[in-house]
């Protein structure tokens, strides 16, 4: 399984030729965390075609919940962080804690607070090229 994380969910709509980088060989899921800040975004720009594609995509990608055992290992990763003076973006600490709580070892985002979070979690950062552009857009 490879997490999608809130800052690809945004790209790919932008951009749907971005699929390419999700690996073949894994299942993509996201979060409830990214899920409440898409929608949240979504709310506050007031967005129909937004609101319509991800209202298809959220039903098409298991959303995975931030459970208790998701909140420990996120305040284990957050501890150590802050234990070195390495603070991040909270929300991305919670969609580590959730990532790893099920197993999923591989994040795809151009987030960089996942690549400081790596350094305490183990959770594999998988980037991808923002630039590429699909032909119609």
């Known amino acids: 399984m490879i997490i999608l994380d809130t800052s690809f969910l945004i790209d790919f709509f932008r951009n749907e030729d ?8 894994d299942t993509p899921a996201t979060t409830v965390i990214s899920y409440y800040e898409v ?7 007031q967005s129909p075609k937004e609101a319509q594609f991800f209202s ?3 039903s098409d990608v298991e959303v995975l919940p931030f459970t208790l055992s998701a909140a420990g290992i996120a305040a284990d990763i957050g501890g150590r962080m802050a234990s070195h003076g390495n603070m991040v973006n909270a929300f991305d600490i919670c969609i ?3 990532a790893l709580a099920n197993h ?3 994040i795809l985002t151009s987030d960089t607070d996942f690549l400081e979070i790596s350094k305490y979690s ?3 950062v998988r980037g991808y090229d923002r630039a590429a552009r699909n032909e119609t857009g």
């Open 56 to 58: 298809h995509f959220f």
């Open 39 to 45: 929608m949240s975004g979504i709310k506050r720009i």
């Open 122 to 124: 183990g959770l594999e």
């Open 96 to 98: 580590a804690g959730i």
């Open 18 to 25: 971005l699929a390419s980088a999700i690996p073949g060989e």
């Open 104 to 106: 999923a070892r591989e």
